[in-house]
T-cell receptor, first 113, second 112 residues
Framework: DAGVTQSPTHLIKTRGQHVTLRCSPI?????VSWYQQVLGQGPQFIFQ???????GRGNFPDRFSARQFPNYSSELNVNALLLGDSALYLC????????????FGEGSWLTVV | AQSVTQLGSHVSVSEGALVLLRCNYS??????LFWYVQYPNQGLQLLLK??????LVKGINGFEAEFKKSETSFHLTKPSAHMSDAAEYFC??????????FGTGTQLKVEL
């Protein structure tokens, strides 16, 4: 079975541009969450969606938004990119919520120049 | 709020030696705790998780961790290090929903 898949794997954007990152959860998983990992640090929670509704939001500005589609896939959008948005963006999925095993994708490497 | 603290940002061991990576947690409710490993330029791979079923948790690749409530610890161990264990290790606590709060990570180096 396929794991959590993310696209694109690498991308370079210019300051002020917009980016959309995509995630497909493991088949049957209804919960998707997004994390930002800056080089040398642990991942930081951005959003969580369960059954297509936002269930949690981390301490990120409104430039960050996300949504979950009827097939449980998800998109993370970041507007007005800043140099500090350069990071590895990780998507994670699980069947349910608290206590369920959470599986991560390989991530999308975003470089803002 | 829940949090984890990983003591030692870098740990170096000889091949065949014991691996001990330290994690202490803070939680007002019984925690769900995880250890993940991250190889260079890759995502996170789950090593093991604690969900209160047993205090000693066995994971993949010979790793295990023991939950000690009295010490608020969840240290990761492996009896004999292998070169392929060199990676970054993250301890995490599971809060509401899918929110994982990660520690700052421990870089494990394995030397010949």
């Amino acid at each position: 079975d396929a794991g959590v898949t993310q696209s694109p794997t690498h991308l370079i954007k210019t300051r002020g541009q917009h980016v959309t990152l995509r995630c497909s959860p493991i088949s049957g998983h209804k919960s998707v969450s997004w994390y930002q990992q800056v080089l040398g640090q642990g991942p930081q929670f951005i959003f969580q969606y369960y059954e297509k509704e936002e269930r949690g939001r981390g301490n990120f500005p409104d430039r960050f938004s996300a949504r979950q589609f009827p097939n449980y896939s998800s998109e993370l959008n970041v507007n007005a990119l800043l140099l500090g948005d350069s990071a590895l963006y990780l998507c994670a999925s699980s069947f349910g919520q608290l206590g369920n095993t959470i599986y991560f994708g390989e991530g999308s490497w975003l470089t803002v120049v | 709020a829940q949090s984890v603290t990983q003591l030692g940002s870098h740990v170096s061991v000889s091949e065949g030696a014991l691996v001990l990576l330290r994690c202490n947690y803070s939680s007002s409710v019984p925690p769900y705790l995880f250890w993940y490993v991250q190889y260079p330029n890759q995502g996170l791979q789950l090593l093991l998780k604690y969900t209160s079923a047993a205090t000693l948790v066995k994971g993949i690749n010979g790793f295990e961790a023991e939950f000690k409530k009295s010490e608020t610890s969840f240290h990761l161990t492996k009896p004999s290090a292998h070169m392929s264990d060199a990676a970054e290790y993250f301890c995490a606590v599971h809060g509401g929903g899918n929110k994982l709060t990660f520690g700052t990570g421990t870089q494990l180096k394995v030397e010949l």
